[in-house]
């Protein structure tokens, strides 16, 4: 009997170790076969066992435990040919060649792995529709809206999930890693000027709204937006535009190295733009704006790839500011008129961004990133004319010079608990803002100073560390749990003896923390359905002179949100993205950047859900749709009197493409904003509007000739709009709506050369 035992576990050990034998590592890495780069995100599909694997940023992927019922790997990637590899004689460690092609919806892949459920929207809609002018780079994310009320010069207010973001307030926005807001800002907190960025170079977007990513601290409560520039151009290219108002546009963008270092995996560009315009405005604008970009991008090593671009930004335009309706009902002036034709402003930014990538022998993956700006701004505005100062009027100045240090380090280890996949992120981020004579002034003829408000130098460090934990327990489910925590010192350096928030001249100086916990949920029910539940803990940071005017205390707002959605693809050409979602937000201390006061604000809630459609029923044919709603109010007013100012309730932006790669293409844009309460009462109403662009072009090989008209039906619209206490001169105040309106009918023709 104990001969049949030994010989019975003889037998099954040697049966488990031949199938341990047959068991293997497959791996591979995934380049694009144009540009020899690494290509980020490619969904590898091990068949039949239906196992699932994502390329990380070196383009690598791997399974471990393969046993041989697996026959071959499908590779799939937006833009890119479906790759079909048997396992037969595959390789170690091999490289697979991506052929870059037409974007197409069926290349969209359902996966419980993807833990950004905007992914398949964000590659399929910047490559399809494809973005115009910097306005459209932050229109592409479903459901923000923008207002621009300094015409182009200055950064537009934002709306987004039943928030007016002012400025930035309320979203992290960036470009290559590198912050756009800018805190403690002599406008508004988290002001976020994307105008440096040349719409021509942006190659990706990652976004994602709510509070659910550990790697995105401060300002992220809404969301997140990072815009990806190309690491490498295809073809050279010269741009010159023409059109309505005294309106061009010369650009041009060039590669600097040749075919030969392109297969060394070396690649650099540069690019830059000039505009002038004089707007639809009556009194002429006399925008000017300059912009360069170049970059470097390449393999140092087996294991290192370093990316290094700088930019400059230089801007002036005089603006026509917002007006009372009031005034425009009684013919003051024009819908399209100025009542203080010397507001205006300047802007300059310069920036370094460095990024080095290191893949360890064991495949986990290194990043570490520092970057510079030099920062200027000098802004003119007068909301309110002559309702404090009847003799010179209320003209205000807010200026400021800054230098932003950084850095960013995350480490990227991947891992088994048994049969379960984990996923581990730890990271840095350190940002220092350093500014020099922040200004806030009551001026005359744009410099001449009468009543100074504030003036002071700021210094404010963030350093912040996060853990993100994502577990694939199966091929269906996955989990993600972050943890974020902040630190924030704060230094002021008060110069004006008269500021009525501190007590006399002298450093003031302050600090807080915050902890923000995220867990998220993913599930596929099957290669048509994922299923996810977010939820997480988010904050916005407040201005450096409140935090130390108040000692820190209730200047970190906690904001609470969830979200539960799915991505539904019911047919190959056919994709949804529906979501219900909530959030609250702590009451807050606030500083107000316009009177330099410091204000209380109170809790609020909302609630909304977003719905996202994209169908494409040929290859040239194109449809997007996105409705999105809101319902926010402030928890410590009375019903009736607790509506949130300027927070959107409906709205919905959509589209037809054509897509052509060589003659006619373009498409038939709209957008759509409902009327929302402008007070907290709702007893003024901020109109909505409906507006449709055209793009229309005609491509070739080496040109490409094309008419671009924003407002094609020639609408009356005003684009941002408050409650404001206005006087005009020698008249009574009046409590109404100011404005700025919305472009005209603006035909603009472009003629670009394609050039190797």
């Known amino acids: 009997m104990k001969l049949k035992i030994f010989v019975l576990s003889i037998s099954i050990l040697l049966s488990n170790a031949r199938l341990y034998a047959q068991q293997k590592t497959i791996s591979g890495t995934v380049i694009d076969s144009a540009t020899r780069m690494p290509v980020n995100g490619v969904t590898v599909v091990l068949n039949p066992v239906n196992q699932t694997a994502i390329t990380s940023e070196t383009g690598y992927f791997s399974y471990r435990n393969v046993g041989p019922a697996a026959l071959s790997l499908t590779i799939t990637a937006v833009g890119y040919q479906k790759k079909v590899i048997p396992l037969t004689g595959y390789g170690l460690k091999p490289l697979i060649c991506l052929s870059p092609k037409q974007t197409l919806l069926t290349d969209v892949v359902i996966t419980a792995n993807n833990p950004n459920p905007y992914k398949a929207i964000s590659e399929t809609d910047i490559k399809l529709r494809g973005v115009s002018n910097s306005q459209e780079v932050l229109r592409i994310v479903p459901g923000l809206f923008i207002g621009q009320h300094q015409g182009g010069g200055k950064a537009e207010q934002i709306f987004l999930r039943g928030f007016d973001n002012d400025h930035g307030t309320d979203i992290n926005m960036s470009v290559d890693g590198m912050p756009i807001n800018m805190v403690s800002q002599a406008h508004g907190q988290g002001y976020a000027d994307s105008h440096f960025i040349i719409p021509e170079t942006i190659e990706s977007t990652n976004y994602q709204k709510g509070m659910y990513n550990a790697e995105k601290g401060d300002l992220a409560v809404t969301g997140f937006v990072n815009f990806n520039t190309a690491n490498a151009i295809s073809a050279n290219q010269i741009k010159i535009e023409g059109g309505q108002f005294n309106t061009y546009r010369v650009f041009g963008m060039v590669n600097l190295l040749g075919e030969k270092a392109k297969v060394n995996n070396q690649s650099w560009y540069a690019a830059s733009e000039y505009r002038y315009s004089d707007s639809y405005f009556d009194n002429p604008q006399h925008f000017k704006r300059f912009n360069f970009f170049t970059k470097y991008h390449g393999r140092l090593n087996a294991d290192n790839w370093l990316t290094v671009s700088t930019s400059a930004l230089s801007s002036a335009w005089k603006a026509s500011g917002q007006i009372p309706e009031s005034a425009v009902n009684e013919d003051v002036v ?84 048994g049969s379960t996949r984990l996923t581990t992120e730890a990271g840095i981020n350190i940002r220092l803002d350093i500014t020099k004579g922040s200004e806030l002034s009551h001026t005359v003829n744009n410099f001449t100073v009468i009543d100074p408000i504030k003036l002071g130098d700021i210094t404010e460090l963030n350093a912040g560390a996060y853990l993100n934990e994502m577990f694939r327990f199966s ?282």
């Open 475 to 756: 091929s269906k489910f996955s989990m993600n749990a972050g943890l974020r925590f902040d630190q924030f010192y704060y230094r002021y350096n008060n110069k004006l003896a008269t500021d009525s928030t501190l007590n006399g001249i002298g450093i003031y100086t302050a600090n807080n923390n915050a902890v923000s916990p995220k867990l998220n949920f993913y599930y596929q029910v099957n290669d048509k359905t994922q299923l996810y539940l977010l939820t997480g803990k988010g904050f916005h940071s407040n201005d450096t002179r409140v935090v130390v005017a108040q000692g820190g205390l209730q200047t970190l707002p906690a904001a609470y949100g969830a979200d539960l959605g799915t991505v539904f693809k019911p047919a190959k050409n056919l994709l949804f993205n529906a979501a219900l979602w909530y959030s609250y937000l702590q009451k807050e201390y606030v500083y107000g950047g316009d009177g330099g006061s410091v204000e209380f604000s109170g809790r609020t809630r909302r609630i909304g859900f977003d719905l996202s459609g994209r169908y494409q029923p040929l290859k040239s044919l194109y449809f997007d749709a996105d409705v999105n709603y809101a319902h926010g109010r402030s928890l410590d007013d009375p019903a009736g009197a607790n509506y949130i100012p300027l927070a959107p309730v409906w709205s919905s932006t959509g589209g037809i493409t054509y897509i052509f790669k060589y003659g006619f293409n373009g498409s038939l844009r709209y957008r759509y904003l409902g009327d929302r309460a402008a007070n907290a009462d709702y007893s003024l109403i901020a109109r909505g509007y409906f507006i449709n662009d055209l793009v229309l072009n005609y491509t070739r090989p080496k040109y490409e000739i094309g008419l671009t008209i924003n407002n094609l039906f020639n609408v009356k619209w005003k684009e941002t709009q408050f409650e404001t206490v206005t006087r005009l001169k020698n008249q009574a105040p009046v409590d109404g709506i100011a404005f700025t309106a919305g472009t005209k009918f603006a035909a603009l023709v472009h003629l670009s050369y394609f050039f190797k």
């Open 334 to 417: 024009g819908f399209y008129g100025a009542l203080d034709p010397n507001e205006g402003g300047t802007t300059s930014r310069i920036n370094v961004n460095a990024q080095l990538l290191t893949g360890l022998s064991n495949h986990d993956i290194l990043e570490n990133q520092f970057y510079y700006s030099r920062y200027k701004f000098d802004l003119h505005t007068n909301f309110t004319f002559y309702l404090a100062d009847t003799v010179h009027g209320d003209e205000i100045r807010q200026r400021e010079s800054r230098n932003l240090y950084g850095y960013n380090g995350s480490y990227l280890h991947e891992a088994y608990i």
